[in-house]
């Protein structure tokens, strides 16, 4: 299944998995540095002591799930690149994609109930819950794209 489309430049697919890589990184980083930093707010919110361990448990939940988001975009990157974006497992990828931002949005949301906190930080997790429903939205739609594309690429090699 060829097509006459250029395929993306070596250069861009490397740059793209390095950024990728790096904001990996970046996650497993941060997923880290949240034992020590609960323990310190643990420790000078005495009152707030006992959310510690569902907090740092959720946080830790929607970074596996950034993790798998960054790991799914990645192989999709490899799929243009070989020029397989129209395969059934291209399509597999996406689907992984749209479970994970809406496993990710419903952790987000279970966190408002604990936050006794300033109003802006709830604000900030109402935000972040409806991006996590238009981006689940806007791949639900993609994902279909996606699929007319690979039944008219099976069409079209039926063709010819």
Request: hydrophobic share 60%; aromatic share 4%.
């Amino acid at each position: 299944m060829s097509s006459n489309m250029p395929r993306t430049s070596h250069a861009v697919t490397v740059a793209t998995w390095m950024s990728l890589g790096l904001l990996a990184v970046v996650v497993v980083v941060g997923g880290i540095l949240l034992f020590p930093v609960s323990a310190s707010l643990a420790r000078d919110n005495p009152e707030f002591a006992d959310l510690q361990t569902p907090l740092l448990a959720l946080a830790l939940a929607i970074g596996v799930c950034a993790e798998a988001v960054l790991g799914a975009t990645a192989l999709l990157v490899g799929y243009i690149h070989q020029d397989r974006i129209f395969d059934r497992a291209a399509a597999r990828a996406v689907d992984l994609l749209i479970l994970t931002v809406i496993v990710s949005t419903i952790l987000t949301a279970s966190l408002l109930p604990f936050i006794p906190g300033p109003p802006p930080l709830a604000l900030l997790i109402f935000g972040g819950v409806l991006l996590g429903i238009t981006l689940s939205l806007v791949l639900s739609v993609l994902r279909s794209l996606l699929r007319r594309a690979v039944l008219m690429q099976v069409e079209l090699d039926e063709v010819v």
